[in-house]
């Protein structure tokens, strides 16, 4: 279930129809919340994503459709 809502003067503002019963809460999020990623988990990505750049340079690639075969024939 997706509501639209809009800020004004600091508050969210819903004016659409449900029907979902007085009481219930819920969690809104924005359409473009960046990423949820903690320090940690950034680190790992940045060092998968330089591992991936290295693997590319040193042209150590592999095929999708040769992985795909491979997993299928397993």
Known sequence: MTVKA???????????????PDGTEVELLPLDPGDWLDDADRAALH?????????VAANRL????????????R
């Open 6 to 20: 809009t800020v004004r003067s600091g508050r969210l503002v819903v004016d659409e129809p449900t029907t979902l």
């Open 62 to 73: 592999v095929d999708a459709a040769d992985v795909g075969k491979a997993l299928r024939g």
């Open 47 to 55: 060092r998968a994503l330089a591992q991936s750049e290295a693997d």
